[in-house]
């Protein structure tokens, strides 16, 4: 037997014998037999309270532990240390207020404890940031301090859309370069789900691209992957719920969008570029060294000629429109990096023209 179905048989017991004795005293009144009227009431009193227990008991207080489920145990340790603070000073406060004429003696004390209780609360919510930077260096468990710059194996990373459509996460979380647990808001989610029912074939098809991709990092990631119904009140931007979500929780956003890469950085959040990471694991090479590439385009200037790495790196190769469709051996003159990615400079070898 659940305890919730415990709670409604206590609840109908209770609120039958309530309505029996109603119906005794509304007999009475009536100047009626008081079988029918007892009885009758104690049935509909029997009803509501095997109806309505779970709405004032179970219901309530599971609601209660998912919404501190989800808060950050920062937010949490505040306000907790500020409704402490608000009852201290409404404790003090009572003295005072006991000296007031009837009622307000008594009706003052207990006003001022919700109500200072309240602010405590709230103000020490709104501002726990600096209250937890007001320790920094006494008690180094309850902050961050120089840690928040940095990943650990606990921390949380947050995905936002453009990375789950991009799909390259995928592959990376089996590599374990990820350590943390991903989370996926639900608003995340949500703007997929508005995607992939977009009238656009191409904004749909990538929208159903993401909702694959979030399904295989679910089943195929090496650390958990899960969706998480945390929301931001008052901001209706998912780049600028993701932001202050990422403050809350202090932990990084994983992106590949070059906006939001900018603002989270401007606003001191970790952002984790899946860009910046492709363009760094890319081949390096020097002016000097040679390799083979196979020319399959013609290039912007005269007589050059267009090759691509594996890896996708783009080789402009001068004087190379001649061996287009063939594979030549060329040495790199000049490397550059562009905010598109890297590109190299080479021209044919000494070895090809002999």
């Known amino acids: 037997m659940s305890f919730e179905f415990f709670l409604r048989l206590l609840g109908m017991i209770i609120f039958a014998v309530g309505g029996l004795n109603v119906g005794v005293r509304l007999a009475a009144l009536a100047g009626e037999r008081p079988e029918i009227w007892a009885m009758t009431s104690s049935l509909i009193g029997a009803l509501f309270g095997l109806i309505l227990t779970p709405h004032f008991t179970t219901r309530p207080a599971r609601t209660l532990r998912n919404y501190l489920s989800r808060l950050p145990a920062q937010q949490l340790v505040a306000g907790v240390i500020g409704l402490v603070i608000g009852l201290l000073i409404a404790a003090l406060l009572s003295l005072p207020l006991s000296s007031l004429p009837q009622p307000y003696n008594t009706v003052m004390p207990a006003i001022s404890a919700i109500v200072f209780g309240y602010f405590g609360i709230a103000t020490f919510s709104m501002?726990?940031?600096d209250v937890f930077e007001l320790f920094q260096g006494q008690f180094p468990s309850l902050t961050l301090g120089d840690q928040s710059r940095g990943l650990t194996p606990s921390r949380q990373i947050l995905l936002d859309t453009s990375v789950i459509i991009d799909g390259r996460i995928a592959d990376i979380s089996q590599t374990g370069f990820v350590m943390g647990p991903m989370l996926v808001p639900n608003f995340v989610l949500g703007e997929l789900q508005h995607i992939a029912d977009s009238s656009d074939p191409l904004r749909r098809n990538r929208g159903r691209r993401g909702l694959d991709m979030l399904n295989r990092?679910?089943?195929e990631s090496l650390v958990p992957v899960t969706i998480t119904d945390m929301d931001v009140e008052g901001v209706e931007a998912v780049d600028e719920k993701l932001i202050v979500l990422a403050k809350q929780l202090r932990c990084a956003i994983l992106t590949n969008d070059f906006n939001l890469n900018r603002i989270a950085e401007l606003q001191g959040v970790l952002v984790l570029n899946v860009n910046d990471l492709a363009n760094s694991v890319k081949t390096v090479f020097l002016p000097g060294e040679e390799m083979q590439i196979m020319v399959i385009q013609e290039g912007r200037e005269i007589g050059q000629g267009v090759g691509y790495l594996e890896d996708g790196t783009m080789v402009v190769i001068e004087g190379g429109r001649r061996s287009?469709?063939?594979?030549?051996?060329?040495?790199?003159?000049?490397?550059?990096?562009?905010?598109?990615?890297?590109?190299?400079?080479?021209?044919p070898s000494d070895s090809n023209e002999r």
Request: net charge positive; charged share 30%.
């Open 324 to 347: 287009i469709n063939e594979t030549i051996e060329v040495t790199v003159t000049k490397v550059l990096q562009t905010s598109a990615g890297r590109m190299i400079f080479a021209r």
């Open 217 to 219: 990092l679910q089943k």
């Open 127 to 129: 501002r726990r940031r």
